[in-house]
């Protein structure tokens, strides 16, 4: 109705291509303009100045030979001061964006294997828009973010990778678990030790004790009982310990002591024989 009357309507962030008998003659931007019919100016059709998103997946095999899919999101916008190229050098913007991904996509990743594809997602998508500025500046488009944002490989690739992190994992938490139970047995042996070498001071203190005292006790009653001689002293001690000991034993209600028949006189003969 509009067109009828000689008048259009732009929307915003929108240019209108205006000829005039069929050869174009200016950009319009928004808002109301004339428009007369009569003297040959007709509008050729419109063009949007706002960022648009295309997702793209291209599949290509990796330098291993994996097959994988690269999901590739391209945000891109015609710019103003060259709407005139936008609207007639393209007739399908999309597809021609679409064969440049392919091609720089599928010319990159046969030279990555599928480990350095994951790792290096960032640099293919700089290749990308690269490239895809390059070309497309020509056409009167600007390239403003090209992202890889996923990478697909076959679902049993997907397995297998999982399954080999999952060995890889459990090797390394066995590996961690026998290095802890090697610190465990070496500590305990440590100690094992320390305490073995402790007792044995004790013993040995024990023991250097046990014949200061004799000593101490045999001169005492050497002093003590005139005539008496070594021999008397010790039978004596060997027969007050002996007695010590029936009474703890008999003094115990735990003990579980089977008694042979013999004589205290064994003592001595048995501390006779030891010598």
């Known amino acids: 109705m509009g067109q009828a009357l000689g008048c259009i309507q732009v929307d915003q962030s ?8 069929g050869k174009y003659e ?4 928004p808002g109301c303009h004339l428009m007369p019919w009569c003297f040959g100016s007709q509008l050729a059709g419109y063009l949007s100045l706002r960022v648009q998103q295309l997702d793209i997946r291209c599949e290509s095999k990796t330098k291993d030979n994996v097959f994988v899919i690269l999901v590739a999101s391209i945000q891109y916008r015609a710019l103003a001061d060259k709407a005139a190229d936008a609207f007639y050098k393209l007739s399908n913007t999309k597809e021609q964006i679409k064969a440049y991904v392919f091609d720089v996509i599928r010319a990159t990743v046969p030279t990555l294997e599928l480990d350095k594809i994951f790792e290096q997602k960032t640099e293919i998508a700089k290749t990308v828009a690269k490239q895809l500025a390059k ?4 056409y009167g488009y600007e390239i403003v973010q090209t992202l890889i944002v996923d990478v697909e490989p076959d679902d049993q ?13 459990l090797r390394e938490a066995a590996y961690e678990k026998a290095e802890g139970e090697k610190i465990l047995q070496i500590k305990q042996a440590e100690a094992e ?3 073995k070498y402790l007792a044995g001071l004790g013993i040995a203190r024990q023991r250097q004790a046990i014949v200061e005292g004799l000593k101490e006790s045999v001169l005492g009653f050497s002093n003590s009982v005139p005539g008496a001689s070594s021999k008397d002293i010790m039978d004596m001690i060997l027969i007050t310990q002996y007695f010590d000991t029936m009474k703890e034993i008999g003094a115990s209600s735990n003990s579980s002591i089977v008694f042979i028949p013999h004589d205290p006189e064994d003592v001595t003969f048995t501390a006779e ?3």
């Open 193 to 195: 030790a320390e305490s």
């Open 14 to 21: 929108t240019v209108a291509i205006k000829e005039n008998f």
């Open 135 to 138: 070309a497309m500046s020509l």
């Open 273 to 275: 024989v030891n010598k």
């Open 26 to 29: 200016d950009v319009i931007g």
């Open 157 to 169: 690739v997907k397995s297998s990778m999982n399954e080999i992190n999952a060995a890889s994992r």
